[in-house]
Structure formats: C-alpha cells, structure tokens
C-alpha cells in the first residue's frame, strides 16, 4: 500500500491509501493526476531513515511543483518565505 495525491493546477485535492497497481488502472473521469506521497517524508528526511520521496507528506490544499517534483505547505503568512533547499516556509525576521 502506498499514499497518493490527486494534483489539480498544482494543489492538492485529495490523498489516499491504495496499492500502486489500483492507481494505475484507476479510471478516474475527473480532471488532475494522482502522484504518489510518503507518509514518513518531512522536510526532505524520511522518519525511518529511507530515501525521501517528494520533499514531504502532502496534505490537501498543499502545492505541488512539477518541475522540482516536491509538495510543500500553502504559505503560513504574507511574509514568510519558501526555502527551495528543504522545500519548507520559513518567517522572515
């Protein structure tokens, strides 16, 4: 079994619990692609001392962005700012 995120215009809509060959098979009529996400990933360390996969866990409302191929976290406040190494917002002093 494994996590995956439904992405639609680069936010996440959904997350579920399924095995890989269920995604793949899937025929889902609405729009978005499902990627898939580790629930032991977090600022770019997995938990159990595993390669990372994406940055982080997604959550929905989060974004994805395509070309670095990570999630990260809607911005907590106006002047906060994303830091592009770890993928994790971080408050500007």
């Given at each position: 079994m494994g996590h995956f995120?439904?992405?639609?215009?680069?936010k996440?809509?959904?997350?579920?619990?399924?095995e890989p060959e269920?995604?793949?098979?899937y025929v889902?009529?609405?729009p978005g692609q499902w990627i898939q996400t580790s629930y032991n990933t977090h600022n770019g360390v997995h938990d159990l001392?595993?390669?990372?996969l994406r940055q982080n866990?997604?959550?929905v409302?989060?974004?994805?962005?395509?070309?670095?191929?990570?999630?990260?976290a809607?911005?907590?406040d106006s002047d906060w700012t994303l830091n592009k190494t770890s993928w994790v917002w971080e408050a500007n002093d």
């Open positions: 995120a439904k992405v639609l215009n680069n996440v809509t959904d997350v579920i619990v399924a269920f995604i793949d098979n889902d009529n609405s001392g595993g390669i990372p866990f997604a959550g409302g989060w974004n994805y962005n395509d070309s670095a191929d990570v999630f990260y809607p911005k907590p």
